[in-house]
DNA sequence: CGCCCTATTGAGACTTGTCAAGTCGGGTGG
DNA sequence: CCACCCGACTTGACAAGTCTCAATAGGGCG
């Protein structure tokens, strides 16, 4: 729905950093790991670190009192989680799959950030990212059909493949996950999915792993503008 | 949604300033005025400036090319646009009444932060709470029926008004640009306006003066969660 | 007073949600 | 190794919500 491609997986905390600057960096790392299923951190808890996901999988959700969940993002490797946060967490981050993690805690981030200016110009353009993300989805949301709905999630994850598996794509989530993340049921889902089958748009090997037969059309149908 | 109050209407960039760092903030500005209907910046145009809205009311929103509409936010006094974005804007902001805008040039101002922590900190929270906004935005999308979703809007005006006028609010938009903002066409905004009339959940003088009856109604179903 | 634009209301179609039944597949235990 | 079991996914029938199209009402401005 933006001109903008898909500079976003290229760019992290480290682009452009001398290699004293990446060391002052990396001296604030610690790495955790989670299993399936583990939470980095839950909602409305406060806010003490910045995470740049390595391998894995992650999950951000927020979940109501009465039991409705919405998927905020799926984050695959080189993404950032808490950059862009004030005191609390405002969503839940859990894994999909193992994952590996390296932490930073936010205060000598931040001080680090007042010292290295390409850190703290780094640090903005992620957060633009991540907010360009999230207009995406709410225009995805507002605007978007099932099916087209599905293409945008689609093409999120293709594009972050490497260029010769981008029509391959594991998929990693639930229906639910999905459903939650579209805005939809795992009826409606499933559904959609049938559909961009028997359309010859997408082929289902399995549950969780599906090919793109036809990019253009998944394109068109996830920009829908 | 969220546990967060509306502390953003009180947060501006000056806040915690000194007298001479506001000085050295103000030595920046210069002012802008729109009349209604007019841009003050179109999608997809490089991004120079960061603004601060004084009077009046904008609206943020991105079109596509088939016609598409989404609105992003409705803006009021105290609101700042342009904050978050990387090298091109990536919506359309116009006026929706005569408005007062205060624009800052952007790299003297990302110079400005360099020296004044407090007002570096004061943007890092204001591109918080944008993006909190969002992420509402997001799940008000994803989760909510129509006539929550116009309690959802109801209650982020009502929020902003001073504490006296709360239950009285000026819709200065029209119902299509409601209906874009909310995901929905503009006959469901109308229903939805006539369920809330007829449950005696608001009362609506005028197309654009309504009056929230049960303010708690309201929140329930503007969060619904 | 009348015109025009916006908003409301109504009827019917379409999309999505709900509920229920059935299928698939991976994992476990015999 | 096979059969069963259980959770996840798919499919179907129907209900509910929203959209589309059309007609009507209302309000502001000349």
Same mark, same amino acid.
């Given at each position: 729905m933006s001109p903008r491609q898909n500079t976003q997986a290229l760019l992290t905390i480290y682009s452009g950093l001398s290699r004293e600057e990446i060391a002052a960096l990396d001296a604030l790392v610690s790495y955790k790991t989670l299993e399936t299923g583990e939470y980095l951190f839950h909602q409305h808890t406060p806010g003490r670190s910045v995470y740049m996901l390595e391998e894995g999988t992650l999950m951000m959700e927020r979940s109501s009192s009465t039991g409705r969940r919405q998927v905020m993002a799926f984050m695959q490797p080189g993404n950032f989680i808490g950059i862009t946060h004030n005191e609390h967490y405002e969503f839940t981050v859990s894994a999909l799959t193992p994952a590996k993690i390296r932490e930073l805690p936010i205060k000598?981030?931040?001080? $680090?950030q007042d010292? #290295?200016?390409q850190l703290k110009e780094n640090v903005r353009r992620i957060g633009g990212n991540i907010l360009a993300h999230t207009l995406d989805q709410v225009f995805a949301l507002g605007q978007k059909k099932?099916?087209?709905r599905l293409c945008f999630l689609l093409k999120q994850l293709s594009d972050r493949q490497s260029p010769q598996r981008r029509h391959l794509i594991e998929l990693v989530m639930t229906r639910q996950d999905i459903a939650d993340y579209l805005g939809l049921t795992i009826e409606t889902v499933s559904r959609a999915f049938g559909k961009l089958k028997r359309e010859k748009v997408i082929?289902?090997?399995s549950a969780h792993?599906?090919?793109? $037969?036809?990019?253009? #059309?998944?394109?068109?149908?996830?920009?829908?503008?």
């Open positions: 000598p981030f931040i001080v $680090l010292e #290295i200016p099932a099916h087209e082929d289902i090997y792993t599906v090919e793109i $037969l036809d990019k253009t #059309i998944v394109e068109d149908l996830a920009l829908a503008d």
